[in-house]
């Protein structure tokens, strides 16, 4: 039985689709058998993150209508062939993609689900950014995940910069997961480069500290203040005020 993982946050914009990605590419790397169901039914952006756009032959719109089997909507990734993804283009009742992740819970090892069929979850991480209306959506969404019968949650805070950490413009992750009372699972960096289709080195150690995590081989969170300390650190801290 895989181990089923809720991403989410009730607030847009916070990285909730590009770190359910980063994630499964790191627990793809680590030889995990790992599936991503999209839960863009609009746009399918997980598939659009991960470099899957366009390849998929049904989603679970057919699911739904009985125009296929569940196994039929899975899209393999061109690179890791361990990890493939769900689409949801075009479903309308949410209950089918619940019906389709049980049907495929014994082909994988992790089930990362990006805002889609919750009541199919063990457990949820809630993405959040460092800045005050992340963190008031975060605490609603922790309290909604609760009543909702998950206990087992999370917090992964994305595009924490730590030039903004040391300025003592945001809190610490740590501070954050204090505040939320959440325990902290994942520190991603901010990487403006995402945007492109290209991931720093940084953004992939972090991912991948985030994976051994999730699958408790250790508890170890990326380092974010690191490259701002010493001259260049202070360099880098200026130029990024003026971006």
């Keep these: 039985m895989a181990k089923k993982i809720y991403m989410t946050n009730i607030k847009g914009g916070t990285g909730v689709t590009t770190c ?39 989603t679970l719109a057919d699911y739904e209508k009985g125009a296929c089997r569940a196994k039929q909507t899975l899209v393999s990734h061109p690179k890791f062939t361990n990890l493939c993804f769900c689409p949801s283009i075009g479903l309308e009742d949410g209950e089918a993609a619940v019906r389709a992740v049980a049907e495929l819970d014994g082909l994988f090892d992790y089930i990362l689900l990006d805002k889609a069929a919750r009541p199919s979850c ?8 460092p800045f005050a209306p992340s963190l008031k959506c975060s605490d609603v969404c922790r309290a909604k995940l ?14 924490l910069n730590g030039g903004q950490v040391i300025s003592g413009e945001v809190m610490t992750a740590q501070e954050i997961a204090a505040l939320l009372r959440l325990p902290l699972k994942a520190v991603i960096p901010e990487d403006l480069s995402i945007p492109l289709g290209k991931w720093k080195k940084q953004t992939t150690k972090a991912f991948k500290l985030a994976a051994e995590s999730v699958t408790g081989k250790r508890e170890a969170i990326c380092n974010v203040l690191l490259p701002y300390f010493g001259p260049a650190g202070f360099i880098k801290r200026k130029m990024r005020e003026r971006i």
Excluded: P
Aim: proline share 0%; aromatic share 6%.
């Design 20 to 58: 359910c990605v980063g994630l499964g590419f790191a627990l793809a790397s680590s030889g995990e058998r790992t599936l991503i169901v999209d839960g863009d039914s609009f746009g399918g952006g997980a598939l659009f993150t991960g470099g899957c756009a366009n390849l998929q032959t049904y």
């Design 122 to 129: 063990d457990s949820a991480l809630i993405v959040t950014e």
């Design 146 to 159: 609760t009543d909702g019968g998950i206990k087992d949650a999370g917090l992964i805070v994305n595009r």
